[in-house]
T-cell receptor
Framework: AQTVTQSQPEMSVQEAETVTLSCTYD???????LFWYKQPPSRQMILVIR??????QNATENRFSVNFQKAAKSFSLKISDSQLGDTAMYFC????????????FGTGTRLKVLA | EAEVAQSPRYKITEKSQAVAFWCDPI?????LYWYRQILGQGPELLVQ????????DSQLPKDRFSAERLKGVDSTLKIQPAELGDSAMYLC?????????????FGPGTRLLVL
């Protein structure tokens, strides 16, 4: 069975600084996708970034980038130049590409950006 | 920008009562998902529809929960009878075709409190 672990329940960062959220997962699958979703307070969850396991190059979306270490089963999210609007719960999610397709979410990291 | 709609946003009910949640996915999206998010945890898939057909309801407590998407558009999730442990956020999401790499678009959720 697949599992996703986010070991940092809460984090804070000063505005304009850089912060890294960690995520580890366990699977025996060879190909899969990993995602980071953001859930702002009282607003809907939105996709931040995705990574296919077969792609060695780390995904980047503007100020958001990932450090994907397949052998270590690690998928961390780096937020550069943090903004107040980045304050949210961040969920790491895994989905395999064979069999039944459904997200396995971690327990989330609550990030607060401080002015 | 098109969004997933859910209603009601909040629901308070007494145990043993029936409750129903409604979801209207983004127009044209074939795949619809219902998730349950217990406080402090990540979302867990309850049921997945492809058009009007259920493709995964393995985590749906079928003795009390039911879901339908009769015309392959909007969907209703029902709980009867509600139990104290059902208190949670119920999220609806949709995606265009259901392919694993696709973004899932989430609604704002229905927060259920069972007294």
């Amino acid at each position: 069975a697949q599992t996703v672990t986010q070991s940092q329940p809460e984090m804070s960062v000063q505005e304009a600084e850089t912060v890294t959220l960690s995520c580890t997962y366990d699977t025996s699958e060879s190909n899969y996708y990993l995602f980071w979703y953001k859930q702002p307070p009282s607003r809907q969850m939105i996709l931040v970034i995705r990574q296919e396991a077969y792609k060695q190059q780390n995904a980047t979306e503007n100020r958001f980038s990932v450090n994907f270490q397949k052998a270590a089963k690690s998928f961390s999210l780096k937020i550069s130049d943090s903004q107040l609007g980045d304050t949210a719960m961040y969920f790491c999610a895994f989905i395999r590409t064979s069999g039944t397709y459904k997200y396995i979410f971690g327990t989330g990291t609550r990030l607060k950006v401080l002015a | 920008e098109a969004e997933v709609a859910q209603s009601p946003r909040y629901k308070i009910t007494e145990k043993s009562q029936a409750v129903a949640f409604w979801c209207d996915p983004i127009s044209g999206h074939a795949t619809l998902y219902w998730y349950r998010q217990i406080l402090g945890q990540g979302p867990e898939l309850l049921v997945q529809f492809q058009d009007e057909s259920v493709v995964d309801d393995s985590q749906l407590p079928k003795d009390r929960f039911s879901a339908e998407r009769l015309k392959g558009v909007d969907s209703t999730l029902k709980i009867q009878p509600a139990e104290l442990g059902d208190s949670a956020m119920y999220l609806c999401a949709s995606s265009f075709t259901g392919r694993v790499e696709e973004t899932q678009y989430f609604g704002p959720g229905t927060r259920l409190l069972v007294l």
